[in-house]
C-alpha cells in the first residue's frame, strides 16, 4: 500500500500525532498546533501510509516558491520498509504540479536510509540554543 494524501480530522489526528510526536519533539522547529495551522492553511501536506485503516507512517511536506517540495516531519516505524512508497507517491503527484525536488530535513538517522535509496547530503543545518 502506498501513501495517501489526507486531510487530519478530530478522529485521525490522535493516531497521525502518536507518529509524528517523535519528529515534532527531536525537531524542536515546530509544534503539534503549528502543524495543525499548516494543514488546515493549506500551507503543508499530509501523507499517511495505513495498513488495515491504521497509520503507520506520515509525513507532513511544504510546497516552496522555487519547485522544491521539503518533507518537515517524518514518523513511523522500521523507515527502510516504507519510505520508497512515499517517494514514489510523492513524486507522482509533485512532478504534474512542477515541482523539480524533493528535499527532507530532519534528523541524522534519516540520512542512512536515504543514501541507500540515491538521496545525497545537500547540506548541514547547525543549530545553538539561545
Known amino acids: ?23 515534532i519533539e527531536h525537531g524542536g522547529d515546530t509544534t503539534a498546533e503549528e502543524v495543525i ?18 497509520p503507520v507512517a506520515v509525513a507532513v511536506t511544504t510546497i516552496h516558491d522555487d519547485g522544491t517540495l521539503n518533507c518537515q516531519l517524518l514518523g513511523g516505524v522500521d523507515m527502510g520498509a516504507w519510505v520508497d512508497g512515499l517517494i514514489a507517491t510523492v513524486a507522482e503527484k509533485a512532478k504534474p504540479l512542477g515541482i523539480h525536488h524533493f528535499e527532507m530535513t ?11 535509496k540515491g538521496w545525497r547530503k545537500k547540506k548541514v543545518v547547525m543549530e545553538l540554543a539561545l
Open 37 to 54: 495551522d499548516e494543514l488546515f492553511g493549506n500551507r503543508a501536506q499530509l501523507w499517511v501510509k495505513r495498513e488495515d485503516g491504521a
Open 106 to 116: 530532519g534528523r541524522v538517522g534519516w540520512e542512512r536510509v536515504l543514501k541507500a
Open 1 to 23: 500500500m502506498t501513501f495517501a494524501f489526507e486531510f487530519p480530522t478530530v478522529e485521525t489526528w490522535p493516531a497521525i500525532h502518536a507518529l509524528l510526536a517523535p519528529a
